[in-house]
């Protein structure tokens, strides 16, 4: 991969996980700026502290937005917003974070 597919691919994650922090923040009224949100953040426990309710809100929000489905077997993927940006863009997972 050439420095450039690099770039462009950094980009297209960086604006993934910035498309995914503007929804969590949006759809979940959270009373953060979106930019506050790290990429590698917990989105749980002692990271945003979202609950199941959340999750529920997040499923909804991903289909919507992205065209993604979600299942019970994908909780992992709400580790963090990159775990995040990897299951909404798989193209993602081969670019270095």
């Known amino acids: 991969m050439t420095i450039d597919e690099l770039r462009a691919a950094a980009a297209v994650r960086h ?3 910035a498309q995914i922090k503007k929804m969590i923040v949006s759809r979940l009224d959270l009373p953060i700026e979106p930019e506050w949100i790290t990429d590698d953040q917990p989105l ?3 990271g945003l502290e979202l609950d199941s309710l959340d999750v529920l809100e ?7 937005e992205f065209g993604v ?3 019970d077997s994908d909780m992992s ?3 963090s917003v990159s775990r ?3 299951h909404v863009n ?6 270095p974070a």
């Open 44 to 46: 749980f426990g002692r």
């Open 90 to 95: 798989p193209a993602l997972t081969s670019v």
């Open 69 to 71: 489905g979600l299942y």
């Open 77 to 79: 993927v709400f580790g």
């Open 58 to 64: 997040l499923y909804v929000a991903i289909e919507a």
């Open 84 to 86: 995040l940006a990897d």
């Open 15 to 17: 604006q993934t996980c």
